[in-house]
């Protein structure tokens, strides 16, 4: 299960007991309040790139100094040299790709490619993956999720009244919790103690000397 999930599944454990009706109700108020402090967050910014990846563009930006002199080998294409280890990387700015595989991975430009577009003038934010610039963003966030009213208010349908399904409750107290994959890792808290050596607290010896 990817992270998406994870984080939808903990944003609704408030909700996820309640009937349908009222989960989604809560889910849809949740996501237009959401989406209202998101889009103010992005008329007060005037970046290209969004703050977060910003920040971590600028941090690769100030790792360039780190003695990375780029080799232009024609096209798009730069041989990357850190001047004391003669370290030496591949660029390729036309597909936006780096031997050390950051910039392939993550979509922001690393300190390797940073050195190449200085080479040829240009700006390291044209370079950032699309997905984090700011009119995608907007276009994410942009649209305005209407409010509507209570459920009194609702407009009465002519069709027949849905009736719950028939459920038994089981015994015990009901999981709140999302199921989990079998394959998936659960961390617990709590140590185990298998094949583990106790030692006894006033002779400091263990079951098996003793």
């Known amino acids: 299960m990817n992270n998406l999930s994870k984080s939808f599944n903990s944003t609704i454990l408030l909700a996820r007991d309640k009937p349908i009706i009222s989960m989604i109700e809560w889910i849809r108020s949740y996501i237009m309040s959401r989406?209202?402090?998101?889009?103010?967050?992005?008329?007060?910014?005037?970046?290209?790139?969004?703050?977060?990846?910003?920040?971590?563009?600028?941090r690769e930006i100030e790792k360039k100094k780190g003695n990375w002199l780029p080799v232009w080998a024609g096209d798009s294409k730069f041989e990357v040299m850190q001047e004391?280890?003669?370290?030496k990387i591949v660029v390729?700015?036309?597909n936006r790709s780096c031997s050390c595989y950051f910039w392939n991975l993550v979509g922001i430009p690393c300190r390797?490619?940073?050195?190449a577009i200085n080479y040829k003038v240009e700006n390291p934010e044209d370079y950032a993956h699309a997905y984090y610039k700011?009119?995608?963003?907007?276009?994410?966030?942009?649209p305005q999720i209407t409010p509507i009213n209570g459920q009194k208010l609702w407009p009465k349908s002519n069709q027949p009244e849905l009736l719950p399904p028939i459920y038994k409750t089981s015994p015990g107290r009901p999981k709140k919790l999302r199921r989990r994959e079998v394959d998936e890792h659960v961390n617990h808290s709590k140590l185990s103690k298998k094949n583990t050596i106790i030692k006894c607290s006033r002779c400091k010896q263990s079951e098996i000397e003793r």
């Open 134 to 142: 700011r009119y995608v963003y907007q276009a994410c966030y942009g």
């Open 92 to 94: 390729d700015l036309s």
């Open 35 to 58: 989406f209202a402090t998101l889009r103010e967050k992005l008329n007060a910014y005037s970046g290209t790139v969004m703050p977060k990846p910003q920040k971590r563009l600028d």
């Open 84 to 87: 004391f280890t003669m370290k």
């Open 112 to 115: 390797h490619a940073v050195a």
